[in-house]
């Protein structure tokens, strides 16, 4: 059974960072493109960013461009995203999802001061 | 970036009654392989969303034939027939032709 677990989410202030984790189990990980995608409260879902199977491509919405950075760790099954600057329109539930069938339970994001 | 546009914003429906749901894309989503990258999700209350139909008209392991997918290159349509209480919640759709990759507005399905 594929399970996706986040972590890391929280309430952190304006223009500061976080580090969210997805630890993957039940299935080959290093086979598999990931991504995260966010929905904000009350609203649809968008997606942020792509990592290709073997880390050698990425992909950004552009709204998080040069802000939010993903990465896996193929030997430890887990996919990160590494979020800088953050701004309150980041503030969202964030899935880890592999596209595009299976998603985590997802981790609240709150950015706020 | 490619728009997907979802009609009706939300739906009631009569349980043991069908529903339809429609997504317009702004492009064409059929890619050279032959594929069209349409994906169909059901978010319930409360849940992350999860995979109903890939590839405009296949369904997903798990999920039960009473949904079903169709389309055209830019048109597509989710039927669910003889629609039951599980089947409330929140309905995308959803393209993988290219990035970025881009989600409809959502439609709401209710019971009456």
């Known amino acids: 059974e594929v399970q996706l677990v986040e972590s890391g989410g929280g309430l952190v202030q304006p223009g500061r960072s976080l580090k969210l984790s997805c630890a993957a189990s039940g299935f080959t990980f290093s086979d598999y493109n990931m991504a995260w995608v966010r929905q904000a409260p009350k609203k649809g879902l968008e997606w942020v960013a792509t990592i290709i199977y073997d880390g050698s491509r990425t992909y950004y919405r552009d709204s998080v461009k040069g802000r939010f950075t993903i990465s896996r760790d193929n030997a430890k099954s887990t996919l990160y995203l590494q979020m800088d600057s953050l701004r309150s329109e980041d503030t969202a539930t964030y899935y880890c999802?592999?596209?595009?069938?299976?998603w985590g339970q997802g981790v609240m994001v709150t950015v706020s001061s | 970036d490619i728009v997907l546009t979802q009609a009706p914003l939300s739906v009631s429906v009569t349980p043991g009654e069908s529903a339809s749901i429609s997504c317009r894309s702004s492009?064409?989503?059929?890619?050279?392989?032959?594929?069209?990258?349409l994906y169909w999700y059901l978010q319930k209350p409360g849940k992350s969303p999860q995979l109903l139909i890939y590839?405009?008209?296949n369904l997903a392991s798990g999920v039960p034939d009473r949904f079903s997918g169709s389309g055209s290159e830019t048109d597509f349509t989710l039927k669910i027939s003889k629609v039951e209480t599980e089947d409330v919640g929140v309905y995308y759709c959803a393209q993988f032709l290219e990035y970025p990759r881009t989600f409809g507005g959502g439609t709401k399905l209710e019971l009456k």
């Open positions: 590839r405009m008209s």
């Open positions: 492009k064409s989503l059929l890619s050279s392989k032959g594929i069209t990258s």
């Open positions: 999802a592999t596209p595009p069938g299976d």
